[in-house]
């Protein structure tokens, strides 16, 4: 079993900036990428970023967030982070930290970020 608990979430005005963090713990063997979804009110939940789990790379980021949003990973922990910068009010929504192991889906229980103009 895997669990994903996130913080750093909150209200903001627009141009600031939040980091997000998730935990992941549990059996870890097969785990692939970790990545951050957001979803806005009446939306879908869409891909943010994603990591590879034994990689400090970046392996995509929405064309929304590009160049505003940073995924990184904690070299000795589970810890997968978001980091938020330029916020916008469409950014607002609830974000969920995701991990894919052997093929299945874990989610977090999600984190809100709200952006005011």
């Known amino acids: 079993q895997v669990r994903l608990v996130e913080s750093g979430g909150g209200s903001v005005q627009a141009g600031g900036s939040l980091r997000l963090s998730c935990t992941v713990s549990?059996?870890?063997?097969?785990?692939?990428?970790m990545a951050w979804y957001r979803q806005a009110p009446g939306k879908q939940r869409d891909l943010i970023a994603r990591i590879l789990r034994n990689s400090l790379t970046n392996n995509g980021e929405g064309e929304s967030v590009k160049g505003r949003f940073t995924i990184s990973r904690a070299i000795d922990k589970n810890t997968v982070y978001l980091q938020m910068n330029s916020l916008k009010p469409e950014d607002t929504g609830g974000y969920y930290c995701?991990?894919?192991?052997?093929?299945?889906?874990?989610w977090g229980q999600g984190t809100q970020v709200t952006v005011s103009a």
């Open positions: 549990g059996n870890m063997f097969g785990l692939n990428f």
């Open positions: 995701n991990v894919n192991k052997l093929g299945s889906d874990y």
